[in-house]
T-cell receptor
């Protein structure tokens, strides 16, 4: 079975401080990992995917197979980054499983 | 590009009443379809997914059921609602060509009173 764990329900950081949202996964094969974001009163949407190795809105995430982690990072937090962030995994049957989410609060 | 229509946007129902939430998808054919529930403190929970007409897989035992009468229609139902069924229900399907991702509808906020 595929599973994602996000240990932090809430993460508060000051504007300009670094951000790291933690995500650990379990899956026996080679999964695809994603981060989704939900801004206030907006649709839940894809932020980035590990296979693209991309940086979106200053966020990056590296897949560490040894530690089975996919932490989301940004060097300098902005107020507009405040949102709910979900880590997600997709393995067999293209089923997408989400973590419980972390609410990021950036303090001005 | 695809679009997902969910209705109603908000719903207040008494305990014990039936439920029917509808999701329709446009701009794609034979998609995998998903129902998720977003509840306070419990994150985003996969309830049902469907790989085709009449094919439904349930992820968690619960008071809800799902049906897929047409290729691009996915319905979430209950015969008798419980207080614990309150939450934000999201329908999703993969974007074309990206079968491992999820594109979400705007959701339905259900409050059971």
């Amino acid at each position: 079975a595929q599973r994602v764990t996000q240990p932090e329900k809430l993460l508060s950081v000051f504007k300009g401080a670094p951000v790291e949202l933690k995500c650990n996964y379990s899956y026996s094969g080679s999964p695809e990992l994603f981060w989704y974001v939900q801004y206030s009163r907006q649709r839940l949407q894809l932020l980035l995917r590990h296979i693209s190795r991309e940086s979106i809105k200053g966020f990056t995430a590296d897949l560490n197979k040894g530690e089975t982690s996919f932490h989301l990072k940004k060097p300098f937090a902005q107020e507009e980054d405040s949102a709910m962030y979900y880590c997600a995994i997709s393995g067999g049957y293209q089923k997408v499983t989400f973590g419980t989410g972390t609410k990021l609060q950036v303090i001005p | 590009s695809q679009t997902i229509h969910q209705w109603p946007a908000t719903l207040v129902q008494p305990v014990g009443s039936p439920l029917s939430l509808e999701c329709t998808v446009e701009g794609t054919s034979n998609p995998n379809l998903y129902w998720y529930r977003q509840a306070a403190g419990r994150g985003l929970q996969l309830l049902f997914y469907s790989v085709g007409i009449g094919q439904i897989s349930s992820e968690v035992p619960q008071n809800l059921s799902a049906s897929r009468p047409q290729d691009r229609q996915f319905i979430l139902s209950s015969k008798k609602l419980l207080l614990s069924d309150s939450g934000f229900y999201l329908c999703a399907c993969p974007p074309p060509g990206r079968s491992t991702e999820a594109f979400f509808g705007q959701g339905t906020r259900l409050t059971v009173v």
